[in-house]
């Protein structure tokens, strides 16, 4: 069982906007500004595209935007395209001075 | 750009000890943390520890006990050792460099190397 709790799986429609949960703890994702999101597409390495909650690292395209409220972080990606379709994960700094990830979630693009 | 590669046995028989090597190319290993991280159908993505150039490491503290990495600034390269190891520690391991603001997120990563725990 993972750290982060998100959902299994999320879809929409080329366009389309949809958004991923990642709900924590106070002792990690709501008491430290230090949330990343990873994609991964099958058999291939994950890539860094949303870190410290809202930072995006260069060449990820500003459809994806980063937040956070309370314990729950969230990855929206704004006019989904085909490409968008990968596993997405989640991970926090803990208080114990570690990483924890969510368990992924697999975007459809209907 | 930098680039990383995984390499080390495949195949480890329980109780024995897994060792992988990550080389860095196409930039310094020096200035940045380096991590491990694995990644199981069951459990997901789980970071294992990191390594800074300088030596200085921290570890998840699930893993602590069996889990060294060190690094080799003269070849560019930083390794892992899990010991003890049981059909659980059968994972696909990645290697991956921290960014340049923190060791909290990885910016660059190696292709991973799947390594089986089977007598």
């Known amino acids: 069982q993972s750290a982060l709790t998100q959902p299994r799986s999320v879809s929409g429609s080329p366009g389309q906007s949809v958004s991923i949960s990642c709900t924590g703890t106070s002792s990690d994702v709501g008491g430290y500004n230090f949330v990343s999101w990873y994609q991964q597409h099958p058999g291939k390495a994950p890539k860094l595209m949303i870190y410290?909650?809202?930072k995006r690292p260069s060449g990820v395209p500003d459809r994806f935007s980063g937040s956070k409220a309370g314990n729950t972080a969230s990855l929206t990606i704004s006019g989904l395209q085909a490409e968008d379709e990968a596993e997405y994960y989640c991970c926090s700094y803990a208080r114990t001075y570690t990483l924890v990830f969510g368990g992924g979630t697999k975007v459809t693009v209907l | 750009q930098v680039q990383l590669q995984e390499s080390g046995p495949g195949l480890v028989k329980p109780s024995e000890t897994l060792s992988l090597t990550c080389t860095v190319s196409g930039g310094s290993i020096n200035y940045y943390y380096w991590s491990w991280i694995r990644q199981t159908p069951g459990k997901g993505l789980e970071w294992i520890g990191y390594i800074h150039y300088t030596g200085d490491t921290n570890y998840n503290p699930s893993l602590k006990s069996r889990v060294t990495i060190s690094v080799d600034t003269s070849k560019n390269q930083f390794s892992l050792k899990l010991s003890s190891v049981t059909a659980v520690d059968t994972a696909l391991y990645f290697c991956?460099?921290?960014?340049?603001?923190?060791?909290?997120?990885?910016?660059?990563w190696g292709q991973g190397t799947l390594v089986t725990v089977s007598s």
């Open positions: 410290d909650v809202n």
């Open positions: 991956a460099r921290t960014g340049s603001t923190g060791w909290t997120h990885f910016d660059f």
